[in-house]
């Protein structure tokens, strides 16, 4: 009987060691975030300050995913209406005609995109208000 010793063969397994000292190529979610580019679009956010409720985000959006709802507080004093917009993001395609045709530029759409919940009532989002982190920063 002819024996070869194959020697790539022995050495093979050891060359994953040169793994420890690569950067992992996973995310230690959710410790650790995926960045997002950016012009990603996110969930919205509202500053509040600027909305004048003119409801243009809600009749723009095509798959019927924006509501006007009555805030606790009214912030612009130029919001006639007295409303604001809330996103069902059941619905949303984050397609951005609303924050587009936002005359004023208060609704805008954030880099955040991780949500999960087992209550489908927690979709229906209550846009975050940015015009309180405004003043904090002013
Ligand atoms: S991003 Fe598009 S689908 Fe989502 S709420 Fe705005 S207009 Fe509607
Ligand atoms: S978010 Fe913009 S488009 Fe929507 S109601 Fe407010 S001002 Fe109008």
């Known amino acids: 009987m002819n024996w070869k ?3 790539k063969g022995i050495l093979e397994p050891f060359t994953a060691l040169k793994y420890l000292f690569k950067q992992p190529a996973t995310l230690l979610y959710p410790f650790e975030k995926r ?3 950016e012009n990603y679009r996110g969930f919205h956010r509202n500053d509040q ?3 004048i409720g003119c409801g243009l985000c809600e009749d723009i959006c095509m798959n019927d995913a924006i509501d006007m709802i009555k805030p606790e507080i009214v912030k612009n004093a130029k ?3 007295e409303l604001i917009p809330r996103v069902d993001f059941g ?3 984050w ?9 004023t530029k208060s609704l805008t759409l954030s880099n955040e995109y991780s949500m999960v919940s087992t209550d489908p009532n927690s979709f229906l989002y209550n846009i975050p208000d940015t015009s309180k982190k405004e003043k904090q920063n002013g």
Do not use: E, G, M
């Open 35 to 37: 960045k997002t580019t």
């Open 79 to 81: 919001n006639s209406s």
């Open 95 to 103: 397609c951005s005609l609303c924050t587009d045709v936002c005359p």
């Open 49 to 51: 300050s600027k909305c």
């Open 5 to 7: 010793l194959d020697i």
């Open 91 to 93: 619905r949303c395609c």
